[in-house]
C-alpha cells in the first residue's frame, strides 16, 4: 500500500500579516485584528503582540489589558478572501486534493504529484516558496502520512516553518507533546486528564479504560488511536458546500429563554433561505452556544428526509437549545449560531426520495418571493417580532 503524503498549510497570522505588509510603519509591532467595541473579540494577533498572551477568540478589552500598546484593526474580510484565493490557487496548481478548513489553512493531498514534483518535504518548498513570491506573506506546512499527524506538525515550528514527521516517526514525534495540543480536546476536557495525570500524547495512547471511560464514556477508544497519530480520513476536495450557518454575537448577553428561541428562529430563518436560494437541503441541524466566559457548545440532531423548510429547521435548533438550557438553566448566552449539515440537491431528492407532504413549501416560497422583492426585512416571522418588538 502506497503511503500517503498530506499536506496542512496554515498561514502566518494570517489577518494581521496582511496588515503588517500592506501597512509597512506597523511591521515588527503588536497588531490585533478584530472587534474594536467593548465586546469584540480578536480574529488575529499578529506574533509580536502573542508574546504578551494575546491570542484569537480572546476579548479585545482583555487584550488590551494584557498589551495597552496593541494597535487595533478593524477586519477587511473583502481583501482578505482576495488573497485567499491567490493561495488556493497557488494550491490547486500542485494536487486537485484540496480540502480548505478556512480562509488561510487547507490540507492537500500530494501523494499522486510526488511522481512530478518530488517528495512531499519538496512539494511543500515549492508551496511555501510560491506563496512568498505571490503575497509575501508566509506559511507553516506540516507533512505527514495523515490530516491529524500534518495539522499537529505544522503548529510546531511556527512561523515560516516545515515539518516532516515519517510513519515511523510518528510515535516518537507526538508521545512527549502535551495533551493540549490534540484538537478536539479543549480546556475542560485537558484539566479533567490532567487530574488523572494524563498530560502527554504518551500518557492518553496507553491510559486504560478505567481512567478515559468517565471523560470520553465510548470514545476512549478512539482518543487513544489519535493520541497514537492514527487518522485514516481522506483529504475531501472542496466542491459542494459541506454546512450553510448563520451565527450572531449579542451586544447584551441573552439571559431570557424566550428571546433566545426567538434569536435562533431568525437565524434558522436565515439558513432555510439559503438553502433554498442554493437548491440545496440538509439532513443534520447543529446549534452553537457560547456562554459569557466563552465556554463554546455545541449541539446537533440528524433527520430524515433532509429538508430545507424552515419550520422543521427552527423545530430542531428549538429542541436543541431546550436540551441545552436543561442542563445550563440560568446561562447568560453571548452568542447563538445554527447550522445545516449533511447538504444534498433538492433535485435529487425528487429524483430518489419518496415524495413527502410539505406544509410549509408554499409559504416559504412567497416569503422568498417577497424577500427577493422588497428586502429581506420585508416580512419577519411573527415569534421573533413579538420578542425583540
Not at 494577533?45 to 495597552?68: D, I, N, W
Request: with cysteine.
Amino acid at each position: 500500500m502506497i503511503e500517503r503524503t498530506i499536506l496542512h498549510v496554515d498561514m502566518d497570522a494570517f489577518y494581521a500579516s496582511i496588515e503588517q505588509r500592506d501597512r509597512p510603519e506597523l511591521r515588527g509591532k503588536p497588531v490585533i485584528v478584530g472587534g474594536t467595541s467593548g465586546r469584540g473579540v480578536v480574529a488575529a494577533a499578529s506574533y509580536e503582540v502573542r508574546a504578551f498572551g494575546v491570542h484569537s477568540a480572546m476579548p479585545t478589552k482583555e487584550a488590551l489589558q494584557r498589551c495597552p500598546h496593541a494597535i487595533c484593526i478593524a477586519p477587511r474580510m473583502s481583501h482578505y478572501k482576495d488573497i485567499s484565493r491567490q493561495i488556493f490557487r497557488i494550491f490547486h496548481d500542485f494536487t486537485p486534493l484540496v480540502e480548505g478548513l478556512s480562509l488561510d489553512e487547507a490540507f492537500l493531498d500530494v501523494t499522486a504529484s510526488r511522481a512530478a514534483f518530488g517528495t512531499g518535504v519538496t512539494i511543500a518548498r515549492l508551496v511555501k516558496d510560491r506563496i512568498r513570491a505571490t503575497t509575501e506573506l508566509t506559511a507553516s506546512v506540516g507533512i505527514a502520512p495523515n490530516k491529524l499527524v500534518a495539522k499537529i506538525a505544522s503548529d510546531l515550528e511556527k512561523p515560516n516553518g516545515l515539518t516532516f514527521v515519517a510513519q515511523q516517526d510518528v510515535s516518537r514525534t507526538l508521545d512527549s507533546l502535551p495533551i493540549r495540543k490534540l484538537f478536539g480536546i479543549g480546556p475542560k476536557t485537558a484539566a479533567k486528564l490532567e487530574r488523572v495525570d494524563i498530560t502527554t500524547f504518551a500518557a492518553l495512547r496507553s491510559a486504560p479504560d478505567s481512567a478515559l471511560a468517565p471523560i470520553f464514556g465510548r470514545y476512549a477508544q478512539r482518543m487513544r488511536e489519535r493520541a497514537a497519530g492514527i487518522d485514516d480520513r481522506p483529504v475531501i476536495a472542496d466542491g459542494q458546500e459541506k454546512r450553510i450557518s448563520a451565527e450572531n454575537t449579542f451586544d447584551i448577553d441573552l439571559r431570557e429563554p424566550s428571546r433566545m428561541h426567538a434569536e435562533l428562529a431568525r437565524l434558522a430563518d436565515r439558513v432555510a433561505t439559503r438553502l433554498r436560494a442554493k437548491q440545496l437541503a440538509g439532513a443534520c441541524v447543529t446549534v452553537k452556544i457560547r456562554e459569557q466566559d466563552f465556554t463554546t457548545h455545541t449541539r446537533q440532531r440528524r433527520f430524515e428526509p433532509a429538508s430545507h423548510d424552515t419550520r422543521t429547521i427552527a423545530m430542531l435548533a428549538s429542541a436543541l437549545l431546550d436540551e441545552w438550557l436543561s442542563r445550563h438553566p440560568g446561562a447568560a448566552v453571548r452568542l447563538l449560531g445554527v447550522g445545516v449539515g449533511e447538504l444534498s440537491t433538492t433535485q435529487q431528492m425528487d429524483l430518489f426520495a419518496p415524495l413527502q407532504p410539505r406544509p410549509n413549501h408554499g409559504i416559504d416560497q412567497v416569503v422568498d418571493r417577497i424577500r427577493e422583492k422588497f428586502g429581506t426585512l420585508a416580512v419577519v416571522r411573527a415569534n421573533v417580532l413579538r420578542e425583540w418588538e
